[in-house]
């Protein structure tokens, strides 16, 4: 009896993890039998039946005997269709129908169509990494080829259907590296020049901005909010390349949420308040990234804050801390990483109108206060700035000039920026306590100054710190290398109420 076995690489998705699977078909004697080993049984028959029917649209022979494939190791969590075409390639090869003399040297992945046609895989980026750092190159369905180009130094060949990978096997067509020619389109952002008025809450963008803070902006619908919410990704530092290139992995994570063309973009999400929290944060099986994660390096804009349900917020405060989150069900476990600046609105009522110039709202203080306590004093304790965004009457609007275009805004927040990586390698919102302390080289009277208001105003510790690193942005954005009083006395000012 003769049996011929081949060995085809393959990459898991494992949270932004792609570790190594090895595909091992053989091909014996015996009684007509197709087995695959290694995957969830509820997914083996879908395999089979696409493999087998692949193979026969491309005028393959499926082997007469005994054809088992194992995929290996057995424990990762594995997501069948990327391994079509791995399984597909390690039956040809094991039946001597392709060459194997190149398959030590290329990893695949790709979901066949019945027609042999290869459509497309999530997470090609996060493979390509791997397949690069084991010096391999890596085989993607041509609709997953510009994504997977973008690792670095990368070699990425891209197929249409099983047919042209044979061809490359079997040297008769070889693929050509791909080349990434997608070229950056130019976008139109909305420009910070559109909101009118609103010296107050545009300056809190700025610092929230030049820092990396959180902010929370208070105000009756249509002040703006939102506007400056959405602009607020244009006037951020450049990304770093790795930044853009973890960016890019766990958004590609997420099927269709990755547009290779928005390359080194930052991300502005804005889950409506009816989101899961498995939404917000990542689901399980296969584990996904959430809006946080999708949100890395990038916006989270929250609106309307206090209709999103309480569980759901609680759930945010560990990755605001830490920028990772942590997924774990039953046996399995992802971590995602989930640095994102969070940017969240509401109204100061549950009418809205509270404040409001038409006088409108009806709202009692104990409904106002109710409406206000949705959202949790340690949620509030995180967001180092509050901010009204008030309603300007039609004269106030007409009186209001239009405000600075972001690319003046962008220039200073990026000299900002670039101060705060050169003193301390991180932006200001991420240092801790004894961090804050040393960066802000604070003489006597201006912790003086901090000390007293804290007494005054009961702050927590933790309320005390977010005041401090918010000083410290304000003076980088002054070019002061001190902190000194005009900074904490603005810093004080988005405070805010509840929580602190
Ligand atoms: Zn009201």
Redo the contacts with the bound molecule.
Sequence with gaps: MWMRVATVFSRGLAGLEAPLVRVEAHVGGGLPQFRIVGLPDTEVKEARDRVRAALDTSRFQFPDGRVTVNLAPADLPKESGRFDLPIAIGILAASQQVPDRELASLEFAGELGLAGELRPIRGALAMTFGAHRDGRAFVVPEAAAAEAALAPGARVLAARSLLEVCGHLTGTAPLSPYRCEAKPLERVHSDLSDVRGQQHARRALEIAAAGGHSMLMVGPPGTGKTMLATRLAAILPPMTSDEALEAAAVQSLASGAFDPSRFGERAVRSPHHTASAAALVGGSSPPRPGEISLAHHGVLFLDELPQFSRHVLEVLREPLESGRICISRAARQAEFPARFQLVAAM????????GHFSG????SPD??LGYRRRISGPLLDRIDLHVDVPALSPTQLQAAARGESSQYVAGRVKAAREIQLVRQGMANARLDAGECEGACAAEAPVRDLLGQAAARLSFSARAYFRVLRVARTIADLAGSARVREVHVAEALGYRGGAGT
């Design positions: 109204n100061p009522c549950p009418c809205g109108y509270l409108k709202c009806r709202c409904i106002v």
